[in-house]
């Protein structure tokens, strides 16, 4: 009777083995979170067919990666708001040992610097209307980054083509969105370079998440590396058109499915554990790296990186391959986005203008003078000189009397950075401060002085000498003011001279 029991506890034992080892890496530690929105059948526009498709495949992608998943497709405003809102819910109850993620796939856009994810009953007249019926990303990134959890990670199949009419004025694709100024322990995915659409692909899913069903399988795979080959893996389908990008503050390692048996890995091709060094290299740094490389080895490789510095050195080095061309428009276009970044971030008169100094013909453009009119009358910058100069003491310290000390000459104010405010609040001067000064003792007159008495009747100088005498007499009383103040009615002619 005792064998039929330890068979089973045997059966038993080895179950559990089988189960600890197919099992993602971190399930049995961590909860698993999953918000998967596929936006397909937009009312107003024509319909993303294959949106609804990427989310039944991340659906069940992220089942088997040990995630409770909630789906939720064809959202309008108010639903897709409620279904964030309802995630946080559940997130939040699940305690700080919490891995959250968030896949979207449909519509985005950029108005004035912030992206949107676009609900299916969007139906804009102009592009005022976005922020009303659109959902800010930013919503999105903060209710969640308002959360303690172990990490937040965004997966956004949303940078396609913009198919609204009414917004020829939105840019291309989507701002770059940095985790670094947010929360930490956070990692966001475009499905393409900011500023870049997305395609569609000729399969039922896009490029992005057809690369993201297969490569997020691999085993022991940490999430950066995830992104990497997925990277890799849309730049060779789409023929170096869409490059996926994607920022990380993540403070915890990450991996949708735990290490095979043997615990090996493949390698990217040419790829060397330097080469996967994230973006904190020099330009000459990648020079020595490339040198020597088969061109098709050093693509994969800063395709891998997606840093300025690495496509800066793959041009330079491989002038004639006929990549070369598509790196130096990636280069451009990244450059610009990072200059759109810092001008909307600084969010002043000056940062608009030194914007449009460099990208005046850009897709950007009317964007960037739509919000320099916004602030120019807001805000100012001096001049690094001027705004660098301590504070002279007459300003720092008030003088008693005001008009007892030279008033220090107004720092100066470039009227093309920053306009002239004719009217402030504390432009309006001070009352004075009457001083009780004690009177000075009257010397006695020397006997040069002459004085200067109204001549008899009989014997008086004519009306206008008259007037001469009283406004000399008013102008030294009044210290050396009064040549300019003089008039009938007001003299006295018994002052001094001296």
Same mark, same amino acid.
């Given at each position: 009777?005792?064998?039929?029991?330890?068979?089973?506890?045997?059966?038993? *034992?080895?179950?559990?083995?089988?189960?600890?080892?197919?099992?993602?890496?971190?399930?049995?530690?961590?909860?698993?979170?999953?918000?998967?929105?596929?936006?397909?059948?937009?009312?107003?526009?024509?319909?993303?067919?294959?949106?609804?498709?990427?989310?039944?495949?991340?659906?069940?992608?992220?089942?088997?990666?040990?995630?409770?998943?909630?789906?939720?497709?064809?959202?309008?405003?108010?639903?897709?708001?409620?279904?964030?809102?309802?995630?946080?819910?559940?997130?939040?109850?699940?305690?700080?040992?919490?891995?959250?993620?968030?896949?979207?796939?449909?519509?985005?856009?950029?108005?004035?610097?912030?992206?949107?994810?676009?609900?299916?009953?969007?139906?804009?007249?102009?592009?005022?209307?976005?922020?009303?019926?659109?959902?800010?990303?930013?919503?999105?990134?903060?209710?969640?980054?308002?959360?303690?959890?172990?990490?937040?990670?965004?997966?956004?199949?949303?940078?396609?083509?913009?198919?609204?009419?009414?917004?020829?004025?939105?840019?291309?694709?989507?701002?770059?969105?940095?985790?670094?100024?947010?929360?930490?322990?956070?990692?966001?995915?475009?499905?393409?370079?900011?500023?870049?659409?997305?395609?569609?692909?000729?399969?039922?899913?896009?490029?992005?998440?057809?690369?993201?069903?297969?490569?997020?399988?691999?085993?022991?795979?940490?999430?950066?590396?995830?992104?990497?080959?997925?990277?890799?893996?849309?730049?060779?389908?789409?023929?170096?058109?869409?490059?996926?990008?994607?920022?990380?503050?993540?403070?915890?390692?990450?991996?949708?499915?735990?290490?095979?048996?043997?615990?090996?890995?493949?390698?990217?091709?040419?790829?060397?554990?330097?080469?996967?060094?994230?973006?904190?290299? *020099?330009?000459?740094?990648?020079?020595?790296?490339?040198?020597?490389?088969?061109?098709?080895?050093?693509?994969?490789?800063?395709?891998?990186?997606?840093?300025?510095?690495?496509?800066?050195?793959?041009?330079?080095?491989?002038?004639?391959?006929?990549?070369?061309?598509?790196?130096?428009?990636?280069?451009?276009?990244?450059?610009?986005?990072?200059?759109?970044?810092?001008?909307?971030?600084?969010?002043?008169?000056?940062?608009?203008?030194?914007?449009?100094?460099?990208?005046?013909?850009?897709?950007?453009?009317?964007?960037?003078?739509?919000?320099?009119?916004?602030?120019?009358?807001?805000?100012?910058?001096?001049?690094?000189?001027?705004?660098?100069?301590?504070?002279?003491?007459?300003?720092?310290?008030?003088?008693?009397?005001?008009?007892?000390?030279?008033?220090?000459?107004?720092?100066?104010?470039?009227?093309?950075?920053?306009?002239?405010?004719?009217?402030?609040?504390?432009?309006?001067?001070?009352?004075?401060?009457?001083?009780?000064?004690?009177?000075?003792?009257?010397?006695?007159?020397?006997?040069?002085?002459?004085?200067?008495?109204?001549?008899?009747?009989?014997?008086?100088?004519?009306?206008?000498?008259?007037?001469?005498?009283?406004?000399?007499?008013?102008?030294?009383?009044?210290?050396?003011?009064?040549?300019?103040?003089?008039?009938?009615?007001?003299?006295?002619?018994?002052? *001094?001279?001296?």
């Amino acid at each position: 009777m005792r064998r039929p029991v330890f068979r089973n506890l045997f059966l038993a *034992s080895a179950l559990l083995a089988l189960t600890q080892l197919t099992m993602p890496t971190g399930a049995a530690a961590e909860a698993r979170l999953a918000l998967v929105i596929g936006q397909s059948a937009y009312r107003t526009v024509p319909e993303l067919p294959n949106a609804a498709n990427d989310a039944k495949g991340m659906t069940e992608l992220l089942g088997n990666a040990g995630f409770t998943v909630t789906t939720a497709s064809n959202l309008a405003q108010n639903d897709m708001r409620q279904a964030i809102s309802d995630f946080a819910g559940k997130v939040s109850a699940s305690g700080a040992d919490t891995v959250a993620l968030v896949f979207y796939a449909g519509h985005g856009l950029q108005i004035d610097g912030e992206n949107y994810l676009v609900p299916v009953d969007l139906d804009p007249k102009r592009e005022a209307d976005i922020p009303l019926q659109g959902v800010r990303l930013n919503d999105l990134l903060n209710t969640l980054g308002a959360l303690p959890t172990r990490a937040r990670i965004f997966m956004l199949d949303a940078c396609r083509n913009n198919p609204f009419p009414a917004l020829s004025g939105a840019g291309h694709g989507l701002a770059i969105v940095d985790t670094k100024a947010g929360a930490p322990g956070s990692f966001i995915s475009y499905s393409t370079s900011p500023g870049s659409e997305a395609e569609d692909g000729s399969g039922i899913d896009s490029p992005y998440t057809t690369a993201a069903l297969t490569v997020a399988k691999q085993p022991n795979l940490p999430i950066e590396e995830v992104f990497k080959r997925i990277r890799v893996a849309v730049a060779q389908s789409t023929d170096g058109r869409q490059i996926p990008w994607e920022s990380s503050s993540l403070t915890t390692d990450f991996k949708f499915f735990g290490g095979d048996s043997s615990g090996s890995q493949t390698a990217l091709p040419g790829a060397s554990s330097m080469a996967l060094a994230s973006g904190t290299r *020099s330009l000459e740094d990648w020079r020595k790296d490339l040198q020597g490389k088969p061109a098709m080895v050093a693509y994969e490789i800063v395709i891998t990186d997606d840093t300025v510095p690495a496509y800066q050195a793959y041009i330079e080095l491989y002038a004639q391959d006929t990549r070369t061309p598509r790196l130096r428009t990636i280069v451009e276009r990244r450059r610009q986005m990072l200059a759109w970044e810092r001008a909307t971030a600084i969010n002043t008169r000056a940062s608009f203008e030194a914007y449009l100094a460099n990208w005046d013909n850009s897709d950007l453009a009317a964007t960037a003078r739509r919000l320099l009119l916004r602030v120019q009358n807001r805000n100012y910058v001096l001049p690094a000189a001027v705004a660098a100069a301590p504070a002279p003491v007459a300003v720092a310290m008030a003088p008693t009397c005001p008009c007892s000390t030279p008033t220090p000459p107004a720092s100066p104010i470039n009227p093309t950075i920053a306009p002239v405010i004719k009217k402030r609040v504390d432009d309006t001067p001070p009352k004075r401060k009457v001083v009780d000064t004690p009177p000075r003792p009257r010397r006695p007159p020397p006997d040069e002085v002459i004085y200067e008495r109204a001549p008899p009747p009989d014997r008086g100088p004519p009306p206008e000498a008259l007037g001469v005498g009283i406004g000399i007499g008013i102008g030294m009383g009044m210290g050396g003011r009064g040549g300019n103040y003089g008039g009938p009615g007001h003299g006295d002619g018994y002052r *001094s001279r001296y």
